[in-house]
T-cell receptor, first 116, second 114 residues
């Protein structure tokens, strides 16, 4: 079975400071990893994904994530936080070895609060 | 359309009532997924369609839940005899490919069972 852990329910960071939202995963094969963001009363928006290749993945709105196979982590980062980044962030994983269809499993989410 | 459209946006149902939730995926998207998101939780997988074929319904919580996509485009999630624990946001997502490298989600339907 595949799973995702987001150990922090909430992360607070001052505007302009770097931010990190943590994610660890468990999957039997090669991981396909994703980050999504959810604003209040909105659906989830895709931020970035890791499928293969460079361990540092760049995505939308200045976000990036680093894939670390030995630590089974895929932490989301941004060098300088904006108040508008305040939202709920979800990490997700699927098994890349299965080929074809495989469902995506989401974490429980981390609320990011950027303080002006 | 430009995005995934879900209707209604909000639904209040009395316990025991049947409801139908609609999802209009992006035109041409092969794969369609339904997820359930309870308050304060991450989305939980319900079911998956590849075109009109329902290939995975392992996440449907009971036989009161039924989904269809008869022509391979619009999908309907039906919940019979709703119960309070069915209260959640129901999210629909679609992708162009079969693998699902990245979903495009709709805004969801918030179902409240009273």
């Amino acid at each position: 079975a595949q799973s995702v852990a987001q150990p922090e329910d909430q992360v607070n960071v001052a505007e302009g400071n770097p931010l990190t939202v943590k994610c660890t995963y468990s999957v039997s094969g090669n991981p396909y990893l994703f980050w999504y963001v959810q604003y209040p009363n909105r659906g989830l928006q895709f931020l970035l994904k890791y499928i293969t290749g460079d361990n540092l993945v760049k995505g939308s709105y200045g976000f990036e994530a680093e894939f670390n196979k030995s630590q089974t982590s895929f932490h989301l980062k941004k060098p300088s936080a904006l108040v508008s980044d305040s939202a709920l962030y979800f990490c997700a994983v699927r098994d890349g070895n299965s080929g074809g269809y495989q469902k995506v499993t989401f974490g429980t989410g981390t609320k990011l609060q950027v303080i002006p | 359309g430009a995005g995934v459209s879900q209707s209604p946006r909000y639904k209040v149902a009395k316990r025991g009532q049947d409801v139908a939730l609609r999802c209009d995926p992006i035109s041409g998207h092969v794969s369609l997924f339904w997820y359930q998101q309870a308050l304060g939780q991450g989305p939980e997988f319900l079911t998956y369609f590849q075109n009109e074929a329902q290939l995975d319904k392992s996440g449907l919580p009971s036989d009161r839940f039924f989904a269809e996509r008869p022509e391979g485009s619009v999908s309907t999630l039906k919940i019979q005899r709703t119960q309070q624990e069915d209260s959640a946001v129901y999210l629909c997502a679609s992708t162009l490919d079969r693998v699902g490298y990245g979903y495009t989600f709709g805004s969801g339907t918030r179902l409240t069972v009273v």
